[in-house]
């Protein structure tokens, strides 16, 4: 029965219903990340992201007007007002005027305050304070209410974030700081691979079985080992800690990857194209910029996805190839640690600094998603 025209077999289904779950569990965090990055504090604490688009009861604490605006009504000094603007929807279910009981109160009842007189606070927050007396002091009657809101959406996360130049919060300096380090980081290796996987690939000289066996040992080799070196080496020939510094680290670590995945691509292209051009007098130089780069975007294109994506979220070789004391050239993931140590309560601050921080490598990938499956597989096949 299963070998029946027409009938699915079990393991497609198998493969659609895994591919389905892995796109829910990268995509529903992500979804969570933007939603947040758009709510307030007081929403984020009192409701999860996918609440957002409900009303949601929070616990606020507002203040009356100021003794100041008092009047004199029928030998009653009178301070009223509204808790929040005319054009917010608000229903109070509990109040008080104290912290340790926040809803020893419902809508439309009467307390006595501390320092004489009554308040009144009803379901839409109107309050009228009554007082024999004159009301003292700089400031008005705090009032702890209990109430539920509508949902509300905000850019003030991404000003903070991005452009608040006096703000401790700001990543706008990191935001660039890290495309400065990602995109030569990108590029360099990528041009310096070319060369190597055209002369591995087409080009004959003594020795190059070692190389390509070299190629790919230092696929396996952790990057962890060559951390300390490498920096004392900068550090020796005067590069220290800087962009050229983290530039050239990229470029080694990346490099072994960049070579073996194009290698493999131009390996793959048809043999009598580049003796056709060698029959009619073209340079091996010509051949490669000619021909070879052409035919190899997708594979270019499927190692600069890998590159930048490793580059723009990498925190390690940031951290010990770049990072100096005044965090002039701090970068973006480095920022989110520091935010993590400071600011580990204001949820709305990281959340917008996560997707800030994911947002461009979002981009990329979707924009070059169709060259990377090409450029994965060059060579598996023949």
Known sequence: MDSFAGEKPALRWVVHASVLFLVVLWVVPTLGLLISSFRTADQIATSGWWRALFPSEQNLTLRSAAPETQVLEDGLYVIQGKLFGDDQTVKISRWGISSREIDAFTPGETAELRRGGTITVDGDGNYRMENTEEFTGNRGARIFVTAELPPEFTFDNYQTVLFDKGSSDSMGRAFFSTLTVTIPATIIPILVAAFAAYALAWMDFPGRALLIAAVVGLLVVPLQLALIPLLKFHLNIGIGKGYLGVWLAHTGFGMPLAIYLLRNYMAGLPRDLIENARVDGATEFQIFTKLILPLSFPALASFAIFQFLWTWNDLLVAKVFLIDATGQTTVMTNRIVELLGTRGGNWEI?????????????????????YLVRGLLAGSVK
């Open 350 to 370: 990281l959340a917008t600094a996560a997707f800030v921080s994911i947002a461009v490598p979002l981009v990329v990938f979707f924009a070059m998603q169709k």
